[in-house]
């Protein structure tokens, strides 16, 4: 069996584990940076290594349009394409589809929408996703679904009800193989009975690994937390789980107390490029006067190459004349704090000192005291 | 003596040697990739090394409007703000004046201009230029000269006369000593006999290296060879040469042949920002639909990051999504490639077949068999 998901440690609900892949070990909790089109942005697949990236999440609906899946494939999958040899997740297109693309219709069967791109036409339905996934090759796949609005009941249940259908037949176009682990997605807004209807619903496909999705899309970080408190309950507790888009780093450990595994978000790069990074103390932007002359690494506790190395005025400095160097080692930093942040709170659980570390990690980054 | 010049082998004009400095041994003949604004566009530090970068070239245009020499200075220098801790040479700015800013008043003391940044004033004299490349603290430092277009006489005529001029105050501002070399640039255009005038002149003040400025700014390739098979020979023979902002591949083959031992050019990260690349037969745009499925690295000779990991497939996906990773890999290679085509050449002229490793060279890059 190349995919199976090992428990090592529990505290409270948090969970400490190793997930096992195709492609290589994931120590759990993990936060994976995101590829949009094959490569995370501005960061070589040797500087991911290095900052201790295990996880790599890949889109499918940005692949399909450009360069394809065929090609993809042809050239030897995902893995070898983007030179990225450890595990790699691919969503399932619907996020995307919902949030960029011109829709022209959307019924039971599937989605027909216009590509942002070239306004070329297209149609997704879980059938389409699947053989678009299997061409990309990653270890993790995901269920097509579809992820409104968190907060409009009606709406959110239309969408758990055609996720739920969408999901079985994900799981018969796509049974388990050695190859590829495929994930269900529990939808439900900020409904608590709707997530439990999507939930039960996934629970009897037997799923590899569970998603939350529909979450962090605009209702409040206390909508969040109240509903991760019901909705990760509903989950097995003997399979990885997976929270969909959440990448703030007050809501990562947030979540890993309830019992989240795996995390994804394009935050820490898409900040970066507009010159904030996460330190500490809070967030902060590099591009202000302020540190015009500040000789301080960004962070003094980190040990990614960006702070072993470069002043706050120098990366200033970069910001602020645009210079693509900016980019990527406020990426590189960005990244590796928030996977530092999964390393500790690992170890805290296995050292049974969760709370502590949750406590202390939020006071100081939410400057509450 | 922390700077000076060995000749270690001849072959024919063209020489290999050592150029010491305080912050390292410069094999010559080298190419130096430019960091206009302290970086060396997506291309970090550790990777400039890996690539075989001895020389780093600065600025002093740049880095005077934005962020100011005192700031760089006051922060410990360039070498330390930058972290490129091995040589470092930085241009007087009168090039850039010439060429970006808006000239305000030019008269036979210097420049006043306005950036083209913010439209703010500044004047540059030789002794200002000089004060500034002191705070940023670089190797090997340049005189301020004025660099006319070519081919006009008269105002090549007049641009001689006070690079000539300019030239005995940066001496006499800078004279010789441990930190900070200080190199004369030779003008005069096409003209044999102004390149005579002002070579002669610099001679007098004995600098420890000679530069030729105002080619590569215009005038056909066959007039900069034939300019170079005249001035060349006026610069002595015991002081190392550089030959300013030239980077074609077959440009650096025919100058290394004539006695040049110094280069420096946008040229390599430029062209790679817009999707071309070199390679032994020829340059070529990587965004080319030919390219779309092919497996092969850039160049199957070449030792770089890119080439050592990448498809050509892989690298123009990058190109048409606009992807930062791409300028990164194409940059990598286009400067490795200059590097290399340097260290190959060096090998030559000690194993005396630069004549036959030059012609073998250009016969397949310039595709003339």
Same mark, same amino acid.
């Given at each position: 069996?190349?995919?199976?998901?090992?428990?090592?440690?529990?505290?409270?609900?948090?969970?400490?584990?190793?997930?096992?892949?195709?492609?290589?070990?994931?120590?759990? *909790?993990?936060? %994976?940076?995101?590829?949009?089109?094959?490569?995370?942005?501005?960061?070589?697949?040797? #500087? $991911? @290594? /290095?900052?201790?990236?295990?996880?790599?999440?890949?889109?499918?609906?940005?692949?399909?349009?450009?360069?394809?899946?065929?090609?993809?494939?042809?050239?030897?999958?995902?893995?070898?394409?983007?030179?990225?040899?450890?595990?790699?997740?691919?969503?399932?297109?619907?996020?995307?589809?919902?949030?960029?693309?011109?829709?022209?219709?959307?019924?039971?069967?599937?989605?027909?929408?216009?590509?942002?791109?070239?306004?070329?036409?297209?149609?997704?339905?879980?059938?389409?996703?699947?053989?678009?996934?299997?061409?990309?090759?990653?270890?993790?796949?995901?269920?097509?679904?579809?992820?409104?609005?968190?907060?409009?009941?009606?709406?959110?249940?239309?969408?758990?009800?055609?996720?739920?259908?969408?999901?079985?037949?994900?799981?018969?176009?796509? *049974?388990?193989? %050695?190859?590829?682990?495929?994930?269900?997605?529990?939808?439900?807004?900020?409904?608590? #009975? $709707? @997530? /439990?209807?999507?939930?039960?619903?996934?629970?009897?496909?037997?799923?590899?690994?569970?998603?939350?999705?529909?979450?962090?899309?605009?209702?409040?970080?206390?909508?969040?937390?109240?509903?991760?408190?019901?909705?990760?309950?509903?989950?097995?507790?003997?399979?990885?789980?997976?929270?969909?888009?959440?990448?703030?780093?007050?809501?990562?450990?947030?979540?890993?107390?309830?019992?989240?595994?795996?995390?994804?978000?394009?935050?820490?790069?898409?900040?970066?490029?507009?010159?904030?990074?996460?330190?500490?103390?809070?967030?902060?932007?590099?591009?202000?006067?302020?540190?015009?002359?500040?000789?301080?690494?960004?962070?003094?506790?980190?040990?990614?190459?960006?702070?072993?190395?470069?002043?706050?005025?120098?990366?200033?400095?970069?910001?602020?004349?645009?210079?693509?160097?900016?980019?990527?080692?406020?990426?590189?930093?960005?990244?590796?704090?928030?996977?530092?942040?999964?390393?500790?709170?690992?170890?805290?659980?296995?050292?049974?000192?969760?709370?502590?570390?949750?406590?202390?990690?939020?006071?100081?980054?939410?400057?509450?005291?």
């Amino acid at each position: 069996m190349t995919f199976y998901f090992e428990r090592l440690k529990t505290q409270g609900a948090a969970r400490a584990g190793i997930l096992h892949t195709p492609h290589g070990d994931i120590l759990t *909790p993990v936060f %994976a940076p995101v590829g949009t089109q094959a490569t995370v942005k501005a960061v070589p697949p040797r #500087d $991911l @290594r /290095e900052v201790g990236t295990s996880l790599v999440l890949s889109n499918t609906y940005h692949l399909h349009l450009r360069p394809g899946s065929d090609l993809v494939r042809d050239l030897g999958g995902l893995h070898q394409f983007m030179q990225w040899q450890g595990p790699i997740l691919t969503d399932s297109g619907g996020f995307q589809v919902f949030s960029l693309a011109h829709i022209n219709r959307i019924d039971d069967d599937g989605v027909t929408f216009q590509s942002h791109i070239d306004g070329s036409r297209h149609r997704f339905t879980p059938e389409v996703s699947m053989a678009i996934q299997e061409n990309l090759g990653a270890d993790i796949i995901m269920a097509f679904d579809q992820c409104p609005p968190p907060t409009d009941r009606a709406v959110v249940e239309t969408a758990v009800a055609r996720t739920s259908d969408w999901a079985a037949r994900c799981r018969e176009a796509h *049974p388990d193989d %050695a190859r590829q682990a495929l994930f269900g997605i529990q939808q439900g807004g900020i409904f608590a #009975d $709707l @997530r /439990e209807q999507s939930s039960a619903f996934l629970r009897g496909l037997d799923f590899p690994g569970y998603a939350i999705g529909g979450l962090a899309v605009g209702e409040s970080k206390a909508e969040m937390y109240a509903t991760l408190d019901q909705c990760v309950p509903m989950l097995p507790e003997d399979k990885p789980r997976y929270l969909m888009g959440v990448g703030a780093p007050d809501d990562l450990a947030q979540a890993v107390k309830r019992g989240i595994d795996i995390f994804d978000c394009v935050l820490p790069t898409r900040l970066a490029r507009h010159g904030a990074v996460f330190t500490p103390d809070g967030s902060i932007n590099i591009g202000r006067e302020l540190f015009k002359r500040d000789e301080r690494p960004l962070d003094a506790d980190c040990d990614c190459y960006c702070c072993q190395n470069f002043s706050r005025a120098y990366l200033r400095h970069l910001v602020k004349a645009k210079e693509l160097l900016g980019h990527y080692l406020l990426s590189v930093h960005n990244i590796r704090f928030l996977i530092r942040l999964m390393e500790e709170m690992r170890r805290a659980i296995f050292e049974e000192r969760l709370e502590a570390y949750t406590q202390c990690f939020l006071e100081r980054y939410l400057q509450t005291v």
